[in-house]
């Protein structure tokens, strides 16, 4: 029993995960009229959740192969024909680390919501509950106005902040996809936060549809093993040699695939659609539509970073059969699809406008990456570069929220409503009128690129790279330094058109710094973005190896059965990642030292940067082949054909034989046979009724004594058997 | 064990002693020993009224700057007893349309009621009248004939006055019991029991650190309970006379005037057994009649704080009374439960005990007194929103 | 004769004569005292079962609050207090009659069962009556589902009592 | 030692005379008390039979406190009802509230 101050950890771990739902219904239900008790419920909620899951995370620290010796709680939830259907809580090191970022992201976003929704500001003169805040006035200035429904964003977040919390403690298959579904509620809730917006109210429903197909393969998943195993418990499939052995050799109908392979596939599916990966991925950059924190929320902390928690966690079933030789049909696919994913949506993101956009391709981009290293067996790394991107993606969103709360600022200063404040080509020469932002998007933006030595994104990646090198891998390893190459021109591009040069419009000189509660996280996450490298230093790197112990590899590495061995150092992957690193951000602040209102690309590229301007127009090709012809078809069999004529017309057919029955019976049978009983039974009641009515005295203890006599004469009946 | 260190116990042995010598059955003993034994700690009790008038009248005195009783006896200790005389010799009068019956049973029955209380006081290691399993709800039960006693007053003196003090002390103390209940279930929780016995032995540290909140709110509603100022409402002489007991005279009324007196100074030792730790003190295990002095020392802590708030505070309104009792005390009171429920549940047996329920018990109290005052405020907004009252003016 | 028995004789004859006087006194507040008197040897009577708890229990619940609210309902419809003319009804002959004849059944009944003359057994060693009660009523093994449904219903009756009870309110 | 017949013989008593309130007595608060006069009869049996024949198995007491709650609930809405029909009828004789017959 592992234990924290003199407590079970594992009560604590059951914990971690209800503040925030309590938060939900106690702003809803109470609250939501106040504004600060609501987002005071809220921070408080996530703060214990946080203070809890940190707790746990030392506790976890300060176990002895912890691997071994994990956090495991269960109860009996559901009553099945035989035993129970057991719940329970998992802390083993991979949900350790995890519920570590997550407890610090999700805090850190809780904290800059107060700011970005404006708190303490007055009510906006025209704002609208489900519209963005237009501002109000104030002693003649536009200043920027309290978000309408700021109660209710503080519960909804919560919500999902439970969701994730729920889904990383749970120890088996069922409460994590409650938790995954949960949060695909709150994303669409959350996406349409503005719903008077018709891009929000669309983006909303396409992210709710898209994972939803994911999820329908995903439950399919989790069904197909519940079958195959009889549990969903992960300790007792994936940390049991037998079973998956069992899995693995046994052969599945479908595709010569094994069992493993096919469940392993179909879940997978599900991250696909979770984690936004091709070909399901049109839906995250549409998702921009809400909130910028709900943006971190999504892209950084939570709704993404499951999908990857969730294979991470089936790494030994999607790896069954694997033994460092061939790769399995699964791992195979996930290598496929995220080595593709993170070259295609990073040129997508080359060639983006808006600030938040770029994010959610780069983030797509680094979801291929996570994916790919576990395609290729690379479990650690995957899992490393989960964390890491978590804290620097949740510092590069926040901070955009942060830019664009400035210049939004701007704009309402100058009035000039028309200038897009997400399109970086309205910003510029930010740098000094929003120091703490630049600098911590700064730090951010080189952790994403791999900025070498000193980023956290570095290490990860560049572990990846390695990985990916030593076992042979080559196209996956080209691919994915292309995609790095990419990343870090398209970085260098962003931070370049935001901060530097000089203001492109008005509204980008009128911009401000924003306020404490939003900055102050900024900090907080990118001394994360920078550290949480450190600890995952590979152990025979040139120089700083061994300064400190490659302790991540081998606390998470002790999640897996077989611990994986670390990978022998290699000069040419390191030599690749610091080149592409170094040379695309070199590249992209050399393209766009002096861009003005258009893209210097644009001219270079030509036709491929309009393919890449709109996402190789993947949004039409589904209207066209999937979107137009369901509609087509649902009007023309279903509506015309079936409904109008085969069911009405059965229908109406049917109306008239039964019209015909009808009479024949109402004349032959009704009226003499029913209606004649019916009248006779009614009089001899109502004789009955006159008769009897008498003992109705309306005098309740008349009526009381005769019950009682009633009683009375069964038991003097009794009564007499036994004298006699 | 001298018969100074604990006089009681040798005295107790000498009357087992005796009686055994009677060759009664034995289950005769015990009762005639549990007999005496009440008999005991009720004299006790009536013998230390006499003292709290006096005491009360001198402390009432130097509030108001003045020197008290000063002439029967030295520093007036006799003026009691000349009091009592004086009582006891009055005409007895029965109004002539009284129930004559429960007119007489009532002031009995107020005393006893107060009387009763006793039997479940530990005054020291092995001094009680009986150690029951259920003492606390045992004090409960007790309270509800102090409120029958004061119906029957009311109701059968057959005047208005009467009857209406009557209705309006039932109600007030019918209320007041719920905050007061609540908060002395929070030491029986931290105690794990309810014996009296187990309540003072387990508090090594005094619950009061524990559970200040509750402990305040124990004493507040128990100033109401045995109605006093600022909750004198049931005898508010500007509207009711004298409340439920304006027909009574002599030694009736002095029967209702000792309960009163001895119920206050009760609720002096029952926050001393509840909050602070009852007789225990430096070496009171060993010399019991030590307990017994630190318990009367802690009793008079209380009964003092309960005179300071008579001498210091106005007579409250009897809306704000009430609305003070339902929106304050007892959801306050309720929230302490449960969080006292779950903070002693989570942290029992760790340090962290005590710094968790205190800042707890003083996070509750803060954060009631803030609603309530938002409450308040609002309130007082909602009023001014009405449109003024036309008001008559000198023609 | 034990103290036990002597005690129970007393206090058997006082919940007898009480009980009597309350059924018959026309004078309800009188009655309503007689059932006070009851309801306190009934507490005394759990006292002599070992159900110490159940007795102080039953002197909060009756004593405190059901009898209580009785001489309040009492006072509040006023016009009876001071008795009435008649307070019997017109059928009371005939209950009289059937109830003592349900009585007399009753204690023939009782005297044919042997089981009857059973003496108490000794209680479990280190009996602890809360401490098993309060276990009882909300542990799943024991007795939690009727414990809350008895809390919901007394929500409930509270509930529908305020309703019930309040003045009708005017053009709502 | 009392017999377990003593309690037996008493409730039955206190059941008979309970019944009789409530069948005879004309002020509807009268047969109130009546009903509760009844349900403490129950009440001693079932603590009674607790006592004597299953002393292991709380069960009786616990009922007894069921019995508690049912009454005081009991106890609430009539004299709800009574104080309700008193206000509209000026009455709460028993046999004067008869609005509820043929």
Known sequence: MIETFGMPTASLVWLVPLPPLLAFFLILLFTRRNNALSHTVGVVAVAISWLLGNLVFLTALGVDHFGEHVIASTVNWLPLGEGFFSIGVLIDPLSAVTLFFVAWTVLMIFIYSIGYHNFGQPKGDHDHPGLPPHGAKDHGHTVPSIEPMYARFFAFIALFAFGMYTLVVSDNLLTLFVGWEIMGLCSYLLIGFWYAKPSARDAAKKAFMTTRIGDVFMLLGIVALYSATGTLNFREILYNAAVLETLANTPSLIAGLSLAGLIGILLFIGTVGKSAQWPLHVWLPDAMEGPTPVSAMIHAATMVSAGVYMVLRMFPLLSAGWHHGELTAAMTIMAFIGAFTALFAATIAVAQRDIKRVLAYSTISQLGYMIAALGIGAYVAAAFHLVTHAFFKALLFLGSGSVIHGVEHGVLHTGDHDTDPQDMFNMGGLKDKMPVTFWTFLIGGLALSGFPLLTSGFWSKDEILADAFAHGHMSVFIVLALAALLTAFYTARQITLTFLGKPRTKAAEHASENVRTMTVPLVILSVFAIAAGWVGIPEHFPAIGGLLPNWFHHFVGSTLLEHPSAVDFNIVPLLVSVLVALGGLGLGYLVYRNAGQTDPLRKALGPIYNLLENKYYFDELYERLFVKPSQAFSEAFSYRFLDGQVIDGLLHRAARGAMALGGLFRDKFEIPVIDGVADKTADITQTVGRVLRHIQTGQVQQYLLLVALVVFGGFFYYLLNILQ | MSFWQDPIAVIGQLILDLLHSLNLPEGWIVFIYTLISVVAVASFGLLLVIFLIWLERKVAARFQDRVGPNRAGPFGLLQTFADMVKLVTKEDVVPEKADKLIFNLAPILSLIAVLLIWAVVPFAPGWIGTDLNVGVLYIAAVGSFGILSVLMAGWSSNNKYALLGAFRAVAQLISYEVPMLLTMMIPVLLARGMGMVQMVTVQDTWFIFLAPAAGIIFLVSSIAEIGRTPFDLLEAESELVAGYHTEYTGMKFGMFFAAEFLHAFTVGVLFAILFLGGWRGPGAEEIPILGMFYLMIKGFLGYFVVMWVRSTLPRIRIDHMMAFNWKFLTPVALALLILTALLDKIFAGTALRLPALLGANLVVLALGYWISTLMSRRQAKERTKFKKRPVAKPA | ?172 | MIPLSWYLYLAAGLFALGLFGAVARRNAVAILMSVELMLNAVNINLVAFWRYLAPAEIGGQVFAIMVFAVAAAEVAVGLALIISIYRGRKTVAADEINLMKW
Not at chain 3, 148 to 159: G, T
Request: contains cysteine; charged residues 5%; proline residues 4%.
């Open chain 3, 1 to 172: 004769m034990t103290v036990e028995q002597g005690i129970f004789l007393f206090i058997g004859f006082v919940i007898l004569f009480s009980a009597f006087m309350m059924v018959t006194r026309s004078n309800l507040i009188h009655a309503a005292l007689y059932l006070v008197l009851v309801l306190f040897g009934v507490a005394v009577l759990f006292v002599l079962l070992d159900a110490g708890f159940l007795a102080v229990v039953q002197i909060i619940v009756y004593i405190g609050a059901i009898a209580i609210l009785m001489i309040f309902a009492v006072m509040l419809t006023r016009g009876n207090v001071t008795g009435e003319a008649i307070s019997m009804n017109s059928v009371f002959g005939w209950g009289l009659l059937l109830c003592s004849l349900f009585g007399f059944a009753l204690i023939i009944m009782l005297g044919q069962w042997p089981g009857a003359a059973a003496l108490a057994p000794a209680l479990p060693a280190n009996w602890n009556e809360v401490s098993e009660l309060g276990v009882a009523l909300v542990s799943p093994q024991g007795y939690v589902i009727p414990f809350e449904v008895a809390s919901v219903l007394l929500l409930a009756a509270l509930i529908g009592a305020i309703v019930v009870a309040r003045p009708p309110q005017k053009d709502e």
